[in-house]
Nanobody
Framework: VQLQASGGGLVQPGGSLRLSCTASGSFFSISAMGWFRQAPGKPRELVAG?????NTNYADSAKGRFTISRDKNAAYLQMNSLTSEDTAVYYCNAVVAPSYRIYWGQGTQVTVSS
C-alpha cells in the first residue's frame, strides 16, 4: 500500500490549503484515514481522522478551521484560517483491513508565513 500526499505549500496567514492523500496498491479496504503533522522540534500529532462510517475527530487546534473528508481511497484536509502555528510537515496515514496495519505517506510541507 502506498500513500501519496500532496497539496502543501506556502500560504499567508489567514489563507487556505487543501491537502490530498491517495492510497494505491493491493488491499481489501481502508478502515480509517488520518492527517498528522510534525513541526520542528515537536512530536508528531494528530490533526484529524475519519473512519469508514464517516465519523470524524479533530485536534482542538483544528476544530472549526479544518475539515477532513474522504472519497473511496483518498482523504482530504481542507485547512482554512491558517496561522503560523500550523506550519509543519503534514502526513497522512491509513488503517488497512483486514490486518489493520497502518501505512504512512511521505509528508507534505505546509508553511504559513507572510
Amino acid at each position: 500500500v502506498q500513500l501519496q500526499a500532496s497539496g502543501g505549500g506556502l500560504v499567508q496567514p489567514g489563507g487556505s490549503l487543501r491537502l490530498s492523500c491517495t492510497a494505491s496498491g493491493s488491499f481489501f479496504s481502508i478502515s480509517a484515514m488520518g492527517w498528522f503533522r510534525q513541526a520542528p522540534g515537536k512530536p508528531r500529532e494528530l490533526v484529524a481522522g475519519i473512519v469508514s462510517g464517516g465519523n470524524t475527530n479533530y485536534a482542538d487546534s483544528a476544530k472549526g478551521r479544518f475539515t477532513i473528508s474522504r472519497d473511496k481511497n483518498a482523504a482530504y484536509l481542507q485547512m482554512n484560517s491558517l496561522t503560523s502555528e500550523d506550519t509543519a510537515v503534514y502526513y497522512c496515514n491509513a488503517v488497512v483491513a483486514p490486518s489493520y496495519r497502518i501505512y504512512w505517506g511521505q509528508g507534505t510541507q505546509v508553511t504559513v508565513s507572510s
